[in-house]
T-cell receptor, first 114, second 112 residues
Framework: EPEVTQTPSHQVTQMGQEVILRCVPI?????FYWYRQILGQKVEFLVS????????KSEIFDDQFSVERPDGSNFTLKIRSTKLEDSAMYFC????????????FGEGSRLTVL | SQQGEEDPQALSIQEGENATMNCSYK?????LQWYRQNSGRGLVHLIL?????REKHSGRLRVTLDTSKKSSSLLITASRAADTASYFC????????????FGQGTRLTINP
């Protein structure tokens, strides 16, 4: 069964360092998303991406964050200069519909900022 | 409270019993979805109910939606130990339909 894959599963970084989280969405999906979940808290929307551009982003998704689809398969989230409060589980998701249908989530990348 | 608030926050029942989780939301929605998350894992879609639907079934799952009360419930019948997980409702607002808005979740424990 097709699935969304994310790498790395866990990354530890020092505050101020750049981090890139990678995702391979399901191949025939057109809409891509990043969500995050701080430990013990709810899952929060970060950004949606369609047709090679951001279609919507949340207040969390500030200038420190960027997304890119560098080729036909990968979808990346970059955090330019990590802060302690960026420590969270980051989930990539994809869907065939524009956020109104079922989302398929990856297993997540746990980011720990020291 | 935030969009998509579940209650109870935690529920512990015996295997074979039914589990009911509730979700309330604030804004008008396109649809409401329920997701399951095993500890430390990704979210798995369970069921989607559209704003013009009142009830939907999928296997042992039954979801209801009351748009006048802005609430939904998820019923899992004949629970199994493998149903132990966190369950989240997520709404798709009519405005800003590019995203899901998740609630805090209900932590369900099924005791064998």
């Amino acid at each position: 069964e097709p699935e969304v894959t994310q790498t790395p599963s866990h990354q530890v970084t020092q505050m101020g360092q750049e981090v890139i989280l990678r995702c391979v969405p399901i191949s025939n999906h057109l809409y891509f998303y990043w969500y995050r979940q701080i430990l013990g808290q709810k899952v929060e929307f970060l950004v949606s991406f369609y047709n090679n551009e951001i279609s919507e982003k949340s207040e969390i998704f500030d200038d420190q964050f960027s997304v890119e689809r560098p080729d036909g398969s990968n979808f990346t989230l970059k955090i330019r200069s990590t802060k302690l409060e960026d420590s969270a589980m980051y989930f990539c998701a994809s869907s065939t519909e524009t956020g109104t249908g079922e989302l398929f989530f990856g297993e997540g990348s746990r980011l720990t900022v020291l | 409270s935030q969009q998509g608030e579940e209650d109870p926050q935690a529920l512990s029942i015996q295997e074979g019993e039914n589990a009911t989780m509730n979700c309330s939301y604030k804004t008008s929605i396109n649809n409401l979805q329920w997701y399951r998350q095993n500890s430390g894992r990704g979210l798995v879609h369970l069921i989607l109910i559209r704003s013009n639907e009142r009830e939907k079934h999928s296997g042992r799952l039954r979801v209801t939606l009351d748009t006048s009360k802005k609430s939904s419930s998820l019923l899992i019948t004949a629970s199994r130990a493998a149903d132990t997980a966190s369950y989240f409702c997520a709404t798709v607002p009519i405005q800003g339909a590019q995203k899901l808005v998740f609630g805090q979740g209900t932590r369900l424990t099924i005791n064998p």
